[in-house]
Structure formats: C-alpha cells, structure tokens
C-alpha cells in the first residue's frame, strides 16, 4: 500500500483501490437478491422488508464513535470510524459500518466529505459525495413541496386560517447559500401568491431530514410527518401537516429514499450509509433504520455521531437512544496530537512543531469529554488517530495520562494503512474487550423535566456552563411549548462545534460561562426541541475560498479536486 507520506489525495487513493461489484458485498453480509434495489454496480438500496429473519439472532452491538472538539487541525472521525470496522472485520468478526451521507454544503464549502481517508475510506467515494442516490433530493423536494402547499392554501381562501407572520417552517436547499437565510415570497402582484417574510435552511437542518432519520419504518415515517407543525394560526393555534392532509403525498416522495444505502469500504466492509442531519444544527446521526438494518445483519456496527461527543454524542445518546433501540454498547472519543496541541493555543501553522507541554495543556478539551460519556454510564476508549508529524514523547504521554485517568487507549495507524493493515489491531481489541464490559447506559435528564431545565442540565453537565440565559422570544416560546402540550420531548441543541460554549473562539475546557438560548424551535415530528444558541446558524454560508474552486471534470468525466 501507499504509504502515508505519499503526496496523493484522498481520491487518488479511491480510484486506485479495487471495488468489488454490490452483489458480492451484499452477498457475504447475508443479503439476499431480492432485496437489492441496484444503483449501478457498486451502490444499491436494501429492501428492509425483504431481508429474512434469523431466529435466535441478538442484534449487533453498537460501537459509537465520537470525538473531542473538532479544530482546523482535523480529528479524522469518519477515518477512524471506517478503519475500526475494517479492523475489527480483519480480527474476524462479523461487522458493518453505519454512516451519514455527506451533505453538498461542506462538499462544496470547506470541511469536506463524509467518506473517510486515506485507504479507510467508503466507495465510490466521488458517488457518495456528490449526488449519491437522490436520497437529500427527495428530501429536499419533500420539504419544498409542503412548503409549496402550505402557500398554495393560505392563496386558495386560507382555510385553516393561517397567520402568514407566524409560518415557522422553511423551504431548504442542500448547499451553503447566507443569502437565502431571510427572503420574501409572494410578490409581484395578486396571482403571485400572498407576500411573506420566508426563508432558507440548508436540507440536513431541515425538520424534514430529522424525521426521515428518526422514523423505524415508512409507517413511522409517515406520523412523524404528520405530527410537524408548519405554523400557527391567527388565534395561535398550531397546524400541523395533517391538518393539510398531505403526510402521504410527502411519504410517497421519500419512499424510496427510506430504504437505507449499501456501499463498502476499501477493505471490503459492508457499510451503510444514510440520512445525514448536521449535529451542530440538527441530531448529527445517521438513520435508525440504517442502524437497526445493521444490527440485523451484523455482529457489532460501527457508526458515528457528528462532531465532538458534546454534540453528536449526546444527542445520540438522549435522541436517537430514545427514538429506538441502539443505545451504544460502547463509545469510542476520537484525539489527534495536532487537535490538542490547538487546544492548548498552538496556532495551526506551528503544528508540526513538537510539543509535549502544549498537549497537557490541551488535555482538558479531551478529560471533558471522556466525563461525559461516564455521564450515560459508559467508559469510553481513546482513540488516537496517528497522523505523521505526532512525536513518540508525545503519543506516549498521552497514553500515560490516559492510563494514570482509567481510560483504555490505543494509537491508531489507519489513514496510510487503512483498517485491512496492523494499524487498528490494538484499538480493536481494546473496543473488543469494552463491549464485554459491564455498563449501565442512562440518559442525561428524564422527559419528565421541564425544557428549561433540560436545557440548564445539558449547559452545565455537558458544556461546563454556570448557568442559561434565554433570551424574549425564547422565554415566549418556552410558554407556547408547555401551553401546547410539548415540554416532554428531548432538546436538541443547536451549538458551535468548536467550543463547549457558544463562543467558537473558546477552546479547551472553559468554565463559568453562560450560555445564551436566542430561540427554541419545537419539531413535532421530528420529536424533539431545537434550542438555538449563540450566533449558530442554520443556514451557514461559504467561505472565502470555497472547495468549489478547486473541483473539476477531466477528459473521462472523471472528478477534480474533490478532496
């Protein structure tokens, strides 16, 4: 294999690798024909309802992969996640991947794709980062085409009286787009539609992908639809999608897209890959079906959960935990050297530098997040993904501070390997021994407690903040959700992902904040509260120099620039 120093992208290692048609994949994981719903030869869909049912089989443990705060130095978490898998397939357990799909805002933007690198990667990568197999198109389309009806009945005499102020749903896109962040519609005239102040969220934002994801079947998917509320009326009623009668004209556009996505990686391991909400905007997993799918086919998933356990994690563990059956029989937290040092106020620049004091310093964003794990009654393991310019002083301290904390630890070497090679052996076995370990998984706060409180809970148990501060308008909304009857759902927090705090600039651990709520955002079908604090934005835009600018076709059609 390539060796890590080689000057060769992601995509270069992609193309090179030897991808075996779907049928095989599908085959070795018990897939039967049937239940393919091909997309060319190495990309299918699973027809759930076909797969047959092993008697006596447990369902696959869960492994869920998380990290500490992400910086711009990069933690690799999607890497680590495919070469675990690959790892633990190499020690000869039976194991399949769960991930999202990647999203064209960071595609075309600045974090990049959702498929791994290196040789742990997904196939066919260019696939899965473009358009993949429509699955964000439908529902894209689904989202805009309920905002189409709810306009359309507000212009044909309003009969559920809608009050056009007071419309809280939003037509989306699946790119980074700031100047559709607040628009008006309707103008131009009475056949133009009735003018109103609307606005733009990005498709993983959208109430529409936290559904889909959610939902444990197309049944399922369907009430939750239903139950969404798109607005108020003019007495401050909600309306809902079933009040429009058109929770299955939305179901019949996804149902397609609801059957989860087969693909593998480099090394040949099944790997599912579906749904994909943002976890600094939205839940930030990947779908329950998919999980579940995996489960029944499988010994042990491997998945993930977006950005540092602070997030994702705990959103996994109090949402989609509660959503279904997957809560995690073990937790991996993704560090690298490069993010420590960053959080230990290395400027990016002088990474490479070797830095042993500058690690402890930024141990403490990591310290963080291992308590916080122990919070849901698991000991997570320390994953630290090796990149080249890591100094044996300074892996072995951290493997010395990780043994001095109880925290099992490896060094994983995967990126110029990938999982098929030695270099996940050791963090193999140790996320081996963990699922044989004892645990008692618990959420962070009972449903029961009020959603202020739930907020307050997650702010100072999990970010490390003094106290909440919620703006007006999010003291008024809290008042609408206990009035309407939805103060029992989870909080999903809407947050940097830099920061345990609100402030991006505030790395490591910080301590004594507040943390300011600007807005609450009840999703009713979805289930939960969104909880916006502050200046997230649900619709980000481009950077300066956007990944766009580097991509291309050549000759053969084949993608440029694309990571």
């Known amino acids: 294999m390539t060796s890590i120093h080689a000057p060769v992208s992601d995509l270069d290692i992609a193309r090179a690798a030897r991808i075996r048609p779907i049928e095989d994949i599908a085959a070795a994981a018990g897939i039967p024909a049937e239940a393919l719903e091909l997309h ?25 992969v998380s990290a500490m705060s992400p910086t711009p130095a990069g933690e690799g978490k999607s890497t680590l996640t495919v070469g675990l898998a690959d790892s633990l397939a190499r020690a000869g357990q039976s194991v399949m991947v769960a991930l999202r799909e990647p999203s064209l805002g960071p595609v075309m933007g600045m974090k990049g794709g959702a498929t791994g690198g290196g040789y742990s990667q997904v196939l066919p990568m260019e696939d899965i980062n473009l358009h993949f197999t429509g699955d964000f198109h439908a529902i894209t389309s689904a989202n805009n085409t309920l905002m189409a009806l709810v306009d359309n009945s507000i212009y044909q005499g309003n009969p559920l009286n809608i009050d056009p102020r007071r419309i809280t749903f939003k037509r989306v896109l699946d790119v980074n787009d700031r100047s559709l962040r607040d628009v008006v519609i309707g103008l131009g005239g009475p056949t133009q539609g009735v003018p109103r102040q609307d606005g733009f969220d990005i498709t993983v934002a959208s109430e529409v992908m936290a559904a889909f994801c959610l939902a444990t079947d197309l049944a399922d998917l369907r009430n939750r639809l239903a139950r969404m509320t798109i607005g108020y009326t003019y007495d401050r009623k909600p309306v809902t999608v079933a009040d429009l009668g058109v929770e299955g004209a939305l179901t019949l556009l996804l149902r397609d897209a609801v059957k989860p996505n087969l693909v593998q990686t480099i090394a040949g391991t099944p790997a599912l890959v579906h749904g994909g909400p943002f976890a600094n905007i939205a839940h930030g997993c990947n779908s329950v079906i998919a999980t579940q799918t995996a489960q029944r086919l499988s010994d042990i998933v491997v998945t993930e959960a977006g950005f540092g356990a602070d997030l994702g994690a705990e959103k996994f563990m109090d949402i989609k935990a509660r959503a279904a059956d997957v809560a995690p029989d073990a937790v991996v937290v993704v560090a690298t050297i490069r993010a420590l040092k960053m959080h230990g106020g290395v400027a990016k620049d002088n990474l490479r530098e070797p830095d042993v004091d500058a690690v402890k310093r930024g141990v403490v964003n990591l310290r ?24 044996d002083e300074e892996l072995e301290w951290l493997l010395s501070w990780c043994a001095a904390e109880g925290i099992s630890a490896a060094v994983a070497d995967i990126w110029g390997e990938g999982g ?35 907020i307050r809970t997650i702010a100072q148990e999990i970010y490390g903040a003094c106290d909440v501060e919620f703006s007006a308008a999010a003291l008024r909304r809290l008042k609408e959700i206990q009035a309407n009857g939805w103060d029992q ?27 300011h709520v600007r807005d609450l955002i009840p999703k009713t079908g979805a289930g ?32 440029v620039g694309l990571f």
């Open 420 to 454: 098929g090679g030695p270099g996940g052996d050791d963090l193999a076995g140790k996320v081996l021994a963990a699922l044989e370990a004892p645990r008692s998984f618990r959420h962070l706060y009972p449903l029961e407690l009020p959603v202020e409180e739930k």
């Open 489 to 515: 759902l989870p909080v999903c927090m809407a947050k940097t992902q830099y920061s345990f705090s609100d402030d991006a600039t505030r790395l490591g651990a910080p301590e004594g904040f507040t943390l």
């Open 528 to 559: 939960f509260i969104v909880a916006l604090t502050g200046a997230v934005m649900t619709m980000p835009g481009l950077p300066k120099e956007p990944g766009a600018l580097r991509m291309n076709v050549d000759d053969e059609g084949g993608a």
């Open 40 to 64: 060319g030869r190495y990309k299918a869909k699973i027809d759930v309802a076909q797969l047959p049912r092993v008697p006596g089989k447990a369902p696959g443990k869960v492994v869920l």
């Open 368 to 391: 963080r997040h291992v308590a916080n794990v122990r919070k849901f009654g698991i000991t997570p393991v320390v994953a630290v993904n090796k990149f080249v310019t890591d100094t």
